[in-house]
């Protein structure tokens, strides 16, 4: 049995993207509402513009304000 290295990944530069539109599959995004996944995409136009307008918590920020 050999041993194999998995792949490396390296981000893609945004001005020459790996793979052209055509070749790119839509990605679908999730969220979890009231204990349960939902696709973003089933929300209505109110509840996806609430979601974009989510703050995310950031631990580093948050240690830098106990820090201080």
């Known amino acids: 049995m050999t041993e ?3 792949p490396t ?3 893609c530069d945004l001005d020459d993207p790996a793979l ?3 070749e790119r599959t839509p990605c679908e995004r ?3 509402v009231m ?3 939902r696709p973003v995409s089933s929300f209505n136009t109110g509840k996806q513009a609430e979601h974009a307008e ?3 918590f950031r631990t ?3 240690l ?3 820090e201080e």
Do not use: E, N
């Open 4 to 6: 194999t290295t998995p």
């Open 9 to 11: 990944y390296t981000p």
């Open 64 to 66: 830098a304000s106990v």
């Open 30 to 32: 999730w969220t979890r």
């Open 35 to 37: 204990g349960y996944h």
């Open 54 to 56: 989510r703050v995310y």
């Open 60 to 62: 580093d920020k948050a």
């Open 20 to 22: 052209a539109d055509a």
